[in-house]
């Protein structure tokens, strides 16, 4: 229940920097962050990764890939500039 | 459960598996959505259609549905029939009322003139969301088959890894939305503010 709030608190936070106009300058850093917690906390404790650590390698070899193409694009594109 | 090789039953090891082809996947059609993002020549563009309230509703509708689905496999796992019953169907019938934001959503798209192959943005945006509604509703007929097999008795302590799986399935199906709803919403939404 409480990985659910903190979820649920995120996402609120999520949507209220974007109307903030003073974070704008950091808005795309500062998603990636948020994004990033929530999408931890349920891998970690929804999914069980954090105590299923025989299976982590299966998980995180191709999810690094795949961040690592998709970081790459946004910093080819200016993404965060 | 069975002995394996590798101490965990292989139904997770085979959807482990699964799930890191599908971040590939999902990896490719994110990074393309951002290569082509901010490049279409013609309307309607993003920072005109996207509704931010909205998509935050279904999101959260969707992040509860994960909590659900925890709940659902705690029932299992304790042999209580009535809460593994209802918390699949709970888990099934919020996945059903994303999707029909997702149809929702579409069909405002496609009044407003974004059909597939408008421009940029929409090929590119109908194919991502749509690949991970295409998710959601295999998740949901997967979910009311279980659903079924609960309300026969037939889903017991001694085959919850089977709502296991499911669950895997289900919660990388809300991580893939976690990521999507900042890259493509909160991202793309953000030129309008």
């Known amino acids: 229940m409480a990985i659910a709030l903190v979820l649920g ?4 936070l999520e949507v209220m920097v974007f109307y903030v106009e003073a974070l704008a300058p950091v808005l795309v850093p500062l998603l990636l ?13 929804y999914m069980h990764l954090k105590y299923d650590t025989s299976l982590r390698g299966l998980f995180v070899g191709p999810l690094a890939i795949a961040a690592a193409i998709i970081l790459a694009i946004m910093a080819l594109y200016g993404y965060f500039l | ?13 085979l ?14 059609l994110i990074a393309t959505f951002l290569a082509y993002r901010d490049r279409s020549l013609v309307g309607p563009f993003e920072e005109e259609l996207l509704n931010i309230p909205f998509i935050t509703v279904t999101t959260f509708v969707l992040l509860m549905s994960s909590l659900m689905m925890v ?5 299992v796992q304790r042999g209580d029939r009535r809460g593994s019953g209802l918390f ?13 934001g997702q149809v929702f959503e579409f069909s405002h798209f496609a009044h407003e003139g974004l059909g597939l192959g408008r421009n940029l943005f929409s090929g590119t945006f109908y194919l991502t969301t749509g690949f991970h509604g295409a998710h959601v509703a295999i998740g949901v007929i997967w979910l009311l088959t279980l659903w079924t ?14 709502v296991e799986v ?28």
């Open chain 1, 33 to 45: 962050v948020l994004s990033g917690a929530k999408f931890v906390l349920v891998v970690g404790f």
């Open chain 1, 9 to 12: 608190v995120i996402t609120a």
């Open chain 2, 88 to 100: 699949l169907l709970l888990t099934a019938v919020l996945g059903l009322i994303f999707l029909g």
């Open chain 2, 71 to 75: 709940l659902a496999l705690s029932a």
């Open chain 2, 1 to 13: 459960m069975e002995r394996t090789s590798t101490g965990v039953a292989n139904e997770k090891v």
């Open chain 2, 15 to 28: 959807m482990w598996t699964f799930i890191g082809s599908e971040c590939m996947l999902f990896g490719s």
């Open chain 2, 149 to 162: 097999l609960a309300l026969r008795g037939r889903l017991g302590p001694e085959k919850s890894v089977k």
């Open chain 2, 166 to 193: 499911a669950g895997l399935y289900w919660h990388f199906v809300d991580v893939v939305w976690i990521v999507l709803f900042t890259v493509i919403y909160l991202m793309s939404g953000a030129a309008a503010v």
